[in-house]
């Protein structure tokens, strides 16, 4: 028994002894070959920045260009590692065959994304809306579309899902129009009331002068008035000028005397002209 122990341990020491430098190597190999893919990628991302090619293209490419080297990089560790490399690429083919028909999602979040790439629907910067999400293209990938939300979430929406439903763009025009509402009783005039707003709006070095800002009568409530306020803005003031417009309209209705309805009761009054 004590000899069969004593072959086992020899036989154990010859193997480590015979593939210790080949592991070694693979990992040497491993881990200087990601650092330096690492390094290439980053120069790589700052030259493409520096192209006249689009934002949403360059993160496109550094993504398969890092997917690609990482892979190269594998095989050959797999090589110096004593594997049959022909033989581990007709495995990883096969497999991959076989993934990609258990992931079609994935495949098919990969055929969106070169259509985004190629029809440009939306850009790196645009904000756009899908299916109720909302957000700024911070990046296009591969398989996914990052968007920044204005509460500085990350959404990342799968691209198939993009390329399958409407999509919002409200970048595309270089202008977004606000959807205000502002409530006035009816005993107040409106033309009063109008002038009120338009001279807020004039004020505020957001809002575009063209085209021209809206104010109207959107609805009859039961006691009061709904005003529409509807400015065109670019795209990133969005939220800047909802806010501003919203305070500046409360700020010059007090300073002009405005009344203000309340639904509590019933109250009847004059209209206004």
Same mark, same amino acid.
């Given at each position: ?5 004593k072959?086992?341990l ?5 193997t480590?002894i015979?593939?210790a430098?080949?592991?070694?190597g693979?990992?040497?190999?491993l ?5 330096i893919i690492?390094?290439?990628?980053k ?6 920045e520096?192209?006249?090619?689009s934002?949403e293209?360059?993160?496109f490419?550094?993504?398969m260009?890092?997917?690609?080297l ?13 594997f049959?490399?022909?033989a581990l690429v007709g ?14 999602g994935?495949?098919?979040?990969f055929?969106?994304?070169?259509? !985004?790439? /190629?029809?440009k629907p939306?850009?790196v910067? =645009?904000?756009i +809306?899908?299916?109720g999400k909302f957000? *700024? ?7 996914n579309?990052l968007l920044?939300?204005p509460g500085?979430?990350?959404?990342i929406?799968?691209n198939g ?12 025009k270089g202008?977004i ?7 006035m009783?009816?005993?107040?005039s ?5 002038r009120?707003i ?7 070095a957001r809002?575009m002068?063209?085209p021209?800002?809206?104010v109207g009568i959107?609805k ?6 709904? !005003?529409? /306020?509807k400015p065109?803005?670019?795209?990133d =003031?969005?939220w +800047?000028?909802?806010y501003?417009?919203? *305070?500046?309209?409360k700020?010059?209705f007090s300073?002009?005397?405005?009344k ?13 002209n």
């Open positions: 028994m004590s000899i069969d122990i072959e086992y020899s036989m154990a020491v010859d480590v015979k593939y430098p080949s592991l070694i693979a990992i040497l190999v881990f200087v070959g990601f650092w690492k390094k290439v990628s120069i790589a991302n700052t030259s493409l520096k192209s006249t090619l934002p293209i360059t993160t490419l550094i993504s260009f890092d997917m690609v990482k892979l190269s990089v594998i095989l050959f560790a797999a090589g110096i590692a004593g049959d490399t022909s495995i990883l083919a096969a497999a991959g065959f076989a993934i990609g028909l258990a992931l079609q994935g495949l098919g979040n055929a969106s994304g070169i259509i !985004i790439l /190629v029809f939306y850009r910067g =645009d904000w +809306e899908l299916d957000g *700024k293209v911070e990046e296009i990938q591969i398989f579309t920044g939300t500085k979430k990350t959404l929406i799968p899902q993009i390329t399958e439903n409407v999509v919002t763009n409200f970048s595309k202008a129009r606000l959807e205000l509402e502002v409530s009783p009816y005993e107040e409106f033309p009063k009331i109008e009120i338009q001279a807020v709006m004039a004020k505020n809002i002068p063209e021209a800002p809206l959107e009859y409530e039961s006691h009061f008035l709904v !005003i529409g /306020v065109f803005v670019k795209p =003031d969005f +800047e000028v909802t501003d417009l919203n *305070k500046e309209i700020k010059a300073e002009n005397d405005v203000m309805a309340y639904s509590e009761g019933v109250e009847l009054g004059e209209i206004g």
